[in-house]
């Protein structure tokens, strides 16, 4: 695995933080993403899933520590973490929702046993399944609304927000729209250096201008949630040109009335 080839001690170090958390319950770390898959650059943050159950993840100082412990890989890349239980990763791929197929077939076990390889074994019992596409489509639209809905603390959170509600109005797009969607689709899906050869070569016969725009939003919109993750410099102009371009290409006016509220 690529973390710990770079740095074995530090690696150990790690573990040795996460042996010590205090939880309710097992948890797991799970270690995912571009320098997970091998298709990393230079730019690749190191991305984490924290499975735990969700009475530790109410407790801030259980989630604090695992962020603690997994910070002091900073010195290799920025760290991105994000957490869930297995009560709602489970929905999430019942349903085929891009995000969990990524994590049940590409994540590794960074760190605790147990509770992934039950995930997976159960994976296996709908991976062949029909996609309900009202299902999944009606499930993305509401992390739409639940991001739409978000006040944004700093400007790495901005980004964030805009690129997810972007990134999901595509996936919503080629549900609705591309016939027979395959597993391998919605897996590249949420790869963000994949949406983009995609679209343009996959559905280049029915994408349309709207999508194209999108499309280029969505890559401006990765660009600077690198650049905000290695803390480099934002033109905070560029962000807000980006924000009304979203609005305008969605026909958002719940969005736009969110701003002004």
């Not at 901005?158 to 109005?169: A, G, V």
Request: glycine share 2%; aromatic share 10%; proline share 3%.
């Amino acid at each position: 695995m690529e973390y710990e080839a770079l740095n074995p001690s530090l690696y150990a170090q790690v573990l040795d933080d996460l042996e010590l958390v205090n939880s309710h319950k097992p948890f797991q770390v799970l270690f995912y993403g571009s320098r997970e898959r091998g298709d990393f650059n230079e730019d690749s943050d190191l991305n984490f899933y924290l499975l735990a159950h969700s009475t530790d993840q109410m407790k801030a100082s259980f989630v604090d520590s695992i962020a603690k412990a997994l910070s002091k890989l900073e010195v290799v890349a920025p760290v991105n973490m994000i957490a869930g239980d297995s009560d709602s990763l489970k929905h999430r791929f019942k349903i085929h929702e891009p995000g969990s197929i990524q994590l049940l077939e590409n994540a590794s076990v960074f760190f605790g046993e147990g509770i992934w390889e039950d995930l997976q074994t159960e994976w296996k019992r709908f991976r062949n399944q029909i996609i309900s596409k009202k299902d999944l489509s009606h499930y993305l639209d509401k992390r739409i609304r639940f991001f739409k809905q978000q006040t944004s603390k700093s400007i790495k959170d901005e980004i964030s927000q805009l690129e997810r509600i972007c990134t999901l109005t595509l996936h919503i797009w080629a549900i609705k729209n591309i016939d027979d969607l395959s597993l391998p689709e919605l897996l590249m899906m949420d790869i963000p250096s994949q949406i983009y050869p995609l679209f343009t070569q996959l559905y280049s016969s029915e994408i349309d201008e709207t999508v194209l725009e999108l499309l280029l939003v969505q890559a401006q919109l990765q660009k600077l949630k690198k650049d905000a993750r290695w803390k480099r410099e934002i033109n905070r102009e560029e962000i807000h040109e980006l924000k009304y371009k979203l609005i305008s290409l969605r026909k958002d006016e719940e969005f736009l009335l969110n701003l002004w509220a």
